[in-house]
């Protein structure tokens, strides 16, 4: 069972409203089913919708944010937890240690750099739970086109699916499906 995720998303909010509602809808129904969210503690862009919509569930939300980025993200101060750490790669070991299952909402280099990690990881066979686009309005397809090319050409390893969903039930339940025993 999945009791804490890992959620990537964009600082920005992106020039589509429903990246927001969908990620409000997201995190919310995630804080419902008594699941709660490791996220990168900012209160800017999508990050903060996330929080926000989850705490207003009465959700746990733990915030990971490098010490020379909280001026800039402006630290959410709401969260039920926030922890400071010393950089970004600090960051990414202590969220990957704190989540059973790793999601990605629409978002920027920062957001694509932390779901290719996971998902290098676990196709290396350093962890084995399972990844997730969140795919609003197709955003992640061209990251999906992209993966589908590499596996053409012959560059994956033994093929850990990157899973997809579009609606909040359906995502949680294949995370349950595809976590780690
Ligand atoms: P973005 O998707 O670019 O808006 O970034 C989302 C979050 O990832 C923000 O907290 C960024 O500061 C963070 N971020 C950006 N680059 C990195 C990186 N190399 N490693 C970890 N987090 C990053």
Redo the contacts with the bound molecule.
């Keep these: 069972m999945i009791k804490r995720v890992a959620i990537?998303?964009?600082?920005?909010m992106g020039n589509d409203p429903q990246f927001a509602e969908a990620a409000a809808a997201l995190s919310g129904y995630l804080a419902k089913q008594g699941v709660g969210i490791v996220y990168?503690?900012?209160s800017?862009?999508l990050?903060g919708i996330v929080a926000d919509a989850a705490l207003a569930e009465g959700g746990d939300v733990i915030g990971v944010?490098?010490d020379n980025?909280w001026i800039?993200?402006r630290a959410h101060k709401g969260l039920t937890q926030l922890e400071f750490v010393s950089g970004?790669?600090q960051?990414?070991a202590r969220m990957v240690e704190l989540a059973d299952a790793f999601i990605a909402l629409p978002?920027?280099?920062?957001?694509?750099?932390?779901m290719v990690?996971v998902l290098c990881w676990s196709n290396i066979g350093d962890h084995n739970k399972p990844c997730v686009c969140f795919d609003v309005n197709n955003f992640w397809q061209p990251f999906f086109t992209l993966m589908e090319h590499i596996q053409q050409q012959d560059f994956a390893h033994h093929q850990v699916p990157l899973l997809k969903a579009t609606q909040p039930a359906e995502l949680l339940t294949l995370l349950n499906e595809h976590a780690a025993a």
């Design positions: 990537y998303c964009g600082s920005r990168g503690g900012s800017a862009g990050m944010m490098p980025l800039q993200e970004m790669h960051r990414k978002g920027g280099i920062g957001t694509l750099d932390e990690e």
